[in-house]
């Protein structure tokens, strides 16, 4: 899969809820590798944040990102639509200190996102994929966020509030092309008891009953009621029973429920990679989301590269015998034996390493260890499947080898491993030249990496 930026910008424009300030923010299209980032063009110098798990300072009713003095409040819904669409790279230019509120959810950004269309971008999209289960708990709050190993994203969230009015509730979306249709939608919302000190700590300037859903859930005199309606600025209201006060009805009977489950995958594009793993959340916040997504960066950051996942139930997309069609090497220098990924930049193949091996004998007759040659060789012939599997007559061309660069060799590969063999072109084909970045897996661990260059000539 390619990575996605937007076709052409767009501009949102609308209240900040924490300042009340008109906001105008514009989504641009940004380069491969660029990821997510904010700036601010109202400030000397335009300073530039990355929407990365590590810049957020604050975490109270909002994600807030911050270099220095600079702050970006409430990101998280702009974030959720990006990721749920796909998209990669995009750079956010505001004027002010925050995104705007607009109705408290993420539907107009997505339909903006719809209105200037996707464009594809000459990087394969880097996933980041879950391989065991992580949880992470808070004692205190009983909140808890657990991932799971799966082959897509998706996301569950059960929330829990001592309220007679929104008791617990559970939202799950399956499928992050469904996000429009289950999730984007849902507003943030605020319970009528926590309005005054929202206003007195300056959360809530730009609040109001079109981009909130206000909770009314434990009685209060009517005075009561127009003093919090005058600090939010809006005209007094008569409430004559407990439950929610907005002119425009629940889309869902869990809209909160679903709403945190938007916040929580706002958190998640902090990360900085497309992930593939389920997500459970228990009673999630933006505290533990960030400290999630903190702990789950560290392990991006600290993993150069993945091993490709190996399921050996699964069916080769090229077995031995398509494999000799392909390649001139036969017993005893054939060293793949089938192909489990292929497209046009990269292949995974995969080497049984057994004890009848030829070359073991020599090499050593006490300590039988794979020459590291030959793992480079296996790499190099993961490539020539991969570089001749496009041409017509393969059987018709050899590669060779040019040069070889940077190899390391990082652990001995022995009877009983199974090697995977991970290589990508670093460049287009030129001249029928191929420069090719390979990885040699055992299990989670890089054993071998080379870049090598090969020639691709047609029999005579």
Same mark, same amino acid.
């Given at each position: 899969?390619e990575?996605?930026?937007?076709?052409s910008?767009f501009?949102?424009?609308? @209240?900040?809820? *924490?300042?009340? &300030?008109i906001?105008?923010a514009?989504?641009?299209?940004a380069?491969v590798n660029?990821?997510?980032?904010?700036?601010r063009?109202?400030?000397e110098?335009?300073?530039?944040?990355?929407?990365?798990?590590?810049n957020? /300072?604050?975490t109270?009713r909002?994600?807030v990102?911050?270099?220095?003095?600079?702050r970006?409040?409430?990101?998280?819904?702009?974030?959720a639509?990006?990721?749920a669409?796909?998209?990669?790279?995009c750079l956010?230019?505001?004027?002010?200190?925050? &995104?705007?509120i607009?109705?408290?959810s993420?539907?107009?950004?997505?339909?903006?996102?719809e209105?200037?269309?996707?464009?594809?971008q000459?990087a394969?999209?880097?996933?980041f994929?879950?391989?065991e289960k992580?949880s992470?708990?808070?004692?205190k709050?009983?909140s808890?966020i657990?991932?799971?190993?799966?082959?897509?994203f998706?996301?569950?969230?059960? /929330?829990e509030?001592?309220?007679?009015i929104l008791p617990?509730?559970?939202a799950?979306?399956d499928?992050?092309?469904d996000?429009?249709?289950?999730?984007?939608s849902?507003?943030?919302?605020?319970?009528v008891?926590e309005i005054e000190q929202?206003?007195?700590?300056?959360?809530i300037?730009?609040?109001?009953?079109?981009?909130a859903?206000?909770?009314?859930?434990?009685p209060?005199?009517e005075?009561?009621i127009n *003093?919090?309606?005058?600090?939010?600025?809006v005209?007094?209201?008569k409430v004559?029973? $407990?439950?929610?006060?907005?002119p425009?009805p629940l889309q869902?009977d869990?809209?909160?429920?679903?709403h945190? $489950?938007m916040d929580?995958?706002?958190?998640f594009a902090?990360i900085g990679k497309?992930?593939?793993?389920?997500i459970?959340?228990?009673?999630?916040?933006?505290?533990?989301?960030n400290q999630f997504?903190?702990?789950?960066?560290?392990?991006? @950051? *600290?993993?150069e590269?993945q091993s490709?996942?190996?399921?050996?139930?699964?069916?080769p997309?090229?077995?031995?015998?398509?494999?000799?069609?392909?390649?001139?090497h036969?017993?005893?220098? $054939?060293l793949?034996?089938?192909v489990i990924?292929?497209?046009k930049? *990269?292949?995974v193949?995969v080497?049984?390493?057994?004890?009848?091996?030829p070359f073991f004998p020599?090499?050593?007759?006490?300590e039988?260890?794979?020459?590291?040659?030959?793992q480079?060789?296996? &790499?190099?012939q993961?490539?020539?499947?991969?570089?001749?599997n496009?041409?017509?007559?393969?059987?018709?061309y050899?590669t060779?080898?040019l040069k070889?660069d940077n190899v390391?060799f990082?652990q001995?590969? /022995?009877?009983?491993?199974t090697?995977l063999?991970? /290589?990508?072109?670093?460049?287009?084909?030129?001249?029928?030249c191929?420069?090719? @970045?390979g990885y040699a897996?055992?299990?989670? @661990?890089?054993?071998?990496?080379?870049?090598?260059m090969?020639?691709?000539i047609?029999?005579k």
């Amino acid at each position: 899969m390619e990575q996605l930026t937007l076709k052409s910008p767009f501009t949102v424009k609308g @209240k900040g809820l *924490h300042s009340g &300030m008109i906001i105008t923010a514009e989504f641009k299209p940004a380069p491969v590798n660029h990821g997510y980032r904010f700036k601010r063009i109202d400030l000397e110098g335009e300073p530039v944040i990355d929407a990365v798990a590590e810049n957020v /300072v604050d975490t109270t009713r909002g994600t807030v990102l911050g270099k220095g003095d600079i702050r970006i409040s409430t990101v998280e819904h702009a974030l959720a639509s990006l990721y749920a669409a796909g998209i990669d790279n995009c750079l956010i230019e505001l004027n002010g200190p925050e &995104m705007p509120i607009l109705d408290g959810s993420s539907i107009i950004y997505v339909e903006e996102i719809e209105r200037v269309g996707l464009e594809s971008q000459d990087a394969d999209k880097d996933f980041f994929i879950i391989k065991e289960k992580q949880s992470l708990r808070d004692e205190k709050t009983g909140s808890m966020i657990t991932i799971y190993p799966d082959d897509h994203f998706s996301v569950e969230v059960m /929330v829990e509030y001592n309220s007679a009015i929104l008791p617990n509730q559970f939202a799950m979306l399956d499928d992050i092309a469904d996000f429009k249709q289950e999730v984007a939608s849902a507003r943030t919302f605020v319970f009528v008891r926590e309005i005054e000190q929202l206003a007195q700590a300056g959360l809530i300037r730009g609040g109001d009953l079109e981009n909130a859903i206000v909770i009314y859930d434990v009685p209060s005199p009517e005075e009561n009621i127009n *003093h919090l309606c005058e600090l939010m600025g809006v005209p007094p209201i008569k409430v004559n029973e $407990l439950g929610y006060i907005n002119p425009k009805p629940l889309q869902w009977d869990n809209e909160p429920a679903r709403h945190k $489950l938007m916040d929580v995958i706002g958190d998640f594009a902090l990360i900085g990679k497309p992930i593939k793993g389920r997500i459970v959340a228990v009673r999630p916040g933006h505290t533990i989301n960030n400290q999630f997504t903190r702990m789950i960066r560290k392990a991006v @950051k *600290h993993t150069e590269i993945q091993s490709p996942t190996y399921n050996p139930n699964t069916e080769p997309v090229i077995d031995i015998n398509a494999i000799k069609k392909l390649l001139p090497h036969r017993y005893p220098f $054939l060293l793949i034996d089938k192909v489990i990924e292929i497209d046009k930049k *990269h292949c995974v193949a995969v080497k049984n390493v057994t004890v009848n091996e030829p070359f073991f004998p020599g090499h050593f007759p006490q300590e039988p260890v794979m020459p590291g040659v030959l793992q480079v060789e296996a &790499m190099a012939q993961a490539a020539g499947v991969l570089v001749l599997n496009y041409l017509e007559d393969p059987h018709t061309y050899s590669t060779y080898f040019l040069k070889i660069d940077n190899v390391k060799f990082r652990q001995k590969v /022995v009877p009983g491993n199974t090697l995977l063999l991970n /290589v990508s072109l670093m460049t287009e084909i030129r001249r029928g030249c191929a420069m090719v @970045k390979g990885y040699a897996f055992v299990g989670e @661990k890089i054993v071998c990496e080379a870049e090598f260059m090969a020639q691709i000539i047609k029999n005579k």
